[in-house]
């Protein structure tokens, strides 16, 4: 079964700060893989996905993630943290599976504190 | 464009109890997926529905089940309410038939079990 564990459950930057949270992934073939972004009481929102056509992917608000196979990795990063990047972010993987639906296997989370 | 609602959002239940939460997906998405989050265990998956089929199931047991109507709107149902089943139960909708992850998230139905 496709796994990923993201090491860290909470991260403590400096506004300003280099953003990065660590995802490593599970598989026997290249997966699908993204990182979500919960903000207090509500659900998730796509960040950014990983679906092979190249391996350093942008996602919104300024991240990114480097596909890095040899070390089965998917790190999250963004130069410089904002206040509002405040929030708890979920690494995913789903299988590579044609027509297999949206089935996503969710990491345990990373809680993101940016201080001033 | 509306995005993924999710009724009710909030509601407390006692042990033995049945539950009805419902979902509707943004206009135009086929797929719905359901997912529980807890402190303890995280996000898992419960099922994803497309075109009123159940595609996906994930390891939770039969008294955790769901639906999808022909509009795309989607129901799920817990039976014999436990404790653990406190959570956040989310509901999100993707456009089509190929595997994307790319999901569209509602703000959750909170469940509190008593």
């Known amino acids: 079964a496709q796994s990923v564990t993201q090491l860290g459950s909470h991260v403590s930057v400096s506004e300003g700060a280099l953003v990065l949270l660590r995802c490593n992934y599970s598989?026997?073939?290249?997966?699908?893989l993204f990182w979500y972004v919960q903000y207090p009481n509500q659900g998730l929102q796509l960040l950014l996905k990983?679906?092979?056509?190249?391996?350093l992917v942008k996602g919104i608000n300024g991240f990114e993630a480097e596909f890095k196979k040899s070390e089965t990795s998917f790190h999250l990063t963004k130069p410089s943290a904002h206040m509002s990047d405040a929030a708890e972010y979920f690494c995913?993987?789903?299988?590579?599976?044609?027509?297999?639906?949206?089935?996503?296997?969710f990491g345990t989370g990373t809680q993101l504190k940016v201080e001033l | 464009k509306a995005g993924v609602t999710q009724t009710p959002r909030y509601l407390i239940k006692t042990r033995g109890q049945q539950v009805t939460l419902s979902c509707s997906p943004i206009?135009?998405?086929?797929?719905v997926s359901w997912y529980q989050q807890t402190p303890g265990q995280g996000l898992q998956f419960l099922f994803e529905?497309?075109?009123?089929?159940?595609?996906n199931k994930g390891n939770f047991p039969g008294r955790f089940s769901g639906r999808q109507f022909s509009n795309s709107r989607s129901e799920m149902n817990v039976s014999t309410l436990e404790l653990g089943d406190s959570a956040l139960y989310l509901c999100?909708?993707?456009?089509?038939?190929?595997?994307?992850?790319?999901?569209?998230f509602g703000e959750g139905s909170r469940l509190t079990v008593l």
């Open positions: 990983y679906t092979s056509a190249a391996t």
């Open positions: 529905y497309f075109s009123e089929t159940q595609r």
């Open positions: 999100a909708s993707s456009p089509g038939q190929v595997n994307t992850g790319e999901l569209f």
């Open positions: 206009s135009g998405h086929r797929s």
């Open positions: 995913a993987v789903s299988d590579r599976e044609a027509g297999g639906g949206n089935k996503l296997t």
């Open positions: 598989s026997s073939v290249p997966p699908y």
